[in-house]
């Protein structure tokens, strides 16, 4: 590197710290994410440990609103809790007469709402479970106020925004969270999937004013493409592209998550051996959204977690056929329970992945002894499978379902620690290099942006992340607790950690314009 320092070269010493490509986040829910940051009531465990405690929490934010306020809340985990059960409308309804209280699950596939919000969406004993969905109910009948799949966005989407200004909110505080983690380009898995167009409004407006603080790829939900139920949908704008936002993809959710039994799997769940989980799309349709998508030019990422629902997904990618020279990059997400047999089948199509490896660590002991019981759980995330294949996947948190850190997905990648304390299928495990890889190079690749990010190399964005050790280098047990130092956008110096002289980082790198490379 000496030979490029000039005299207008500004020179940082990393005093031992190691510079890496910065982090592609590739399956992340940025405008969710933000939201949960300013809720009302956090209904997380920790620090929930049981159902009264969310109660309490109700409690309070109900005090300080007027009556017939919406309370929202997230990111409550039943498994988690020592009730083991959802809360319900009897458990909110005492603390919350007046106030329409909605509680979004920590998967995002499930809420509960209160009497006062079903009332408001009109749901009653008479109310039919909506396509994809269903409305728990008690012993006689009566909702008992969990909404799941489908059925949770009957009342998601009748909650008034709390302003014009909240979408962009939301996404300007998830950016400071993604940059704090050394995270430079985040992968948006279902724009407008919580305020519809108002989440892509959100987006241009920040980038007109020079507020994002990450680059986003983002992959429009499939309820917002015009003309796709019709089978003739528009095709993406390239021209609205830039380094900072970009619009190609679409997202398809093609079935539910196993923590609540909805995702579809083949074989029963072990703790219920007749429950199967459901498609969210019938497969047919599934099959027909995803070859109109394609020939219009869209790259697809579907969501599926059951080993029955990513059959479907396959067989609406094997169904286009597979073209000399042309790679179409169509995704796998999640991609829990993928046989190994389906991993043949996505390689033989080019079939890309991008998997929440972290369930190994939040969930993994659960899904062991409870539902999918100790074969199937030792096989989630079946890394090493993929790798053995040639298959190109990324990693990634889910966010808000798990923290974002990716140096977390990266200690789970490798040593695969349950939150018990124990190795959940050892076999499937990579190493550090591909570990990395798979939050950098390859995840970049999964968007089409290899050529210009997820790598240190003359002619590429100036991301990057800083790290208080290199990460190649250090035990592997110790990865998830080195510290990302700083974090660089487009030359840009969008975090900088109190253990750093952040001095000379004030001004930027002055390596090249806005958007630097």
């Known amino acids: 590197m000496a030979e490029w320092i000039g005299p207008g070269t500004q020179v940082l010493d990393l005093d031992g710290r190691t510079a890496i ?36 929490r109700v409690e309070q934010a109900v005090a300080d609103e007027e009556p017939g306020a919406w309370i929202r809340g997230y990111r409550y985990d039943d498994s988690l809790l020592a009730d083991d059960r959802h809360p319900t409308l009897t458990d909110l309804d005492p603390v919350s007469p007046d106030n329409p209280v909605l509680l979004t699950h920590v998967s995002g596939h499930f809420c509960v709402a209160n009497s006062a919000a079903l009332r408001f ?60 983690h050394g995270v430079t380009t985040v992968h948006d898995t279902g724009v407008g999937l919580i305020g519809g167009t108002a989440g892509l409004d959100a987006y241009r407006a920040l980038v007109r004013a020079g507020g994002l603080l990450t680059r986003v790829r983002g992959y429009l939900f499939h309820d917002l493409v015009p003309g796709l139920d019709e089978g003739t949908p528009e095709a993406p704008d390239p021209t609205a592209d830039d380094d900072c936002f970009s619009l190609t993809g679409v997202k398809i959710v093609a079935d539910g998550s196993i923590q609540g039994l909805t995702g579809c799997l083949a074989e029963g769940y072990t703790c219920a051996p007749d429950e199967h989980g459901m498609m969210l799309l019938d497969p047919d349709d599934l099959g027909r959204k995803i070859a109109a998508l394609d020939a219009a030019g869209w790259q697809v990422a579907v969501h599926g977690n059951g080993d029955a629902a990513i059959d479907a997904i396959i067989n609406g990618y094997e169904q286009l056929g597979v073209e000399p020279g042309r790679r179409r990059r169509h995704r796998i997400e999640h991609c829990q329970t993928v046989r190994e047999d389906q991993l043949d089948r996505m390689a033989a199509n080019d079939v890309l992945a991008s998997f929440f490896v972290k369930h190994v660590y939040y969930w993994g002991d659960r899904h062991r002894d409870r539902f999918l019981g100790p074969e199937r759980a030792r096989r989630i995330s079946p890394l090493a499978s993929a790798r053995s294949r040639g298959l190109t996947f990324g990693l990634h948190s889910d966010t808000p379902v798990t ?74 047990e110790t990865i998830r607790s080195l510290a990302v130092d700083a974090t660089v956008v487009g030359g840009k110096v969008v975090h900088t950690s109190p253990k750093l002289d952040s001095a000379p980082w004030s001004g930027g790198l002055r390596i090249g314009s806005r958007h630097a490379r």
């Open 21 to 56: 490509p910065g982090f592609v986040e590739s399956h992340n829910h940025p405008e969710f994410f933000g939201m949960t940051l300013a809720a009302q009531v956090d209904a997380g465990s920790p620090s929930n440990d049981c159902i009264a405690d969310i109660v309490h």
């Open 121 to 180: 969406a009109g749901i009653d004993a008479t109310t039919p479970d909506p396509p994809g969905g269903r409305i728990a109910r008690d012993s006689s009948g009566q909702p008992s106020g969990l909404l799941i799949e489908g059925a949770a966005f009957m009342v998601n989407s009748l909650v008034p925004s709390r302003g014009g200004d909240e979408a962009v909110e939301a996404l300007r505080l998830a950016g400071a969270e993604y940059a704090r």
């Open 403 to 476: 923290p974002v850190p990716p140096l977390e997905g990266i200690w789970c990648a490798v040593n695969r620690i349950t939150r018990n304390g124990d190795v959940l299928g050892p076999e499937q495990a990579i190493d550090i290099d591909a570990a990395l890889r798979a939050y950098t190079i390859d995840a970049a690749y999964l968007g089409g942006e290899e050529s210009s990010r997820g790598s240190l190399e003359v002619g590429k964005l100036a991301d990057l992340a800083v790290l208080s050790a290199d990460i190649t280098t250090v035990a592997p």
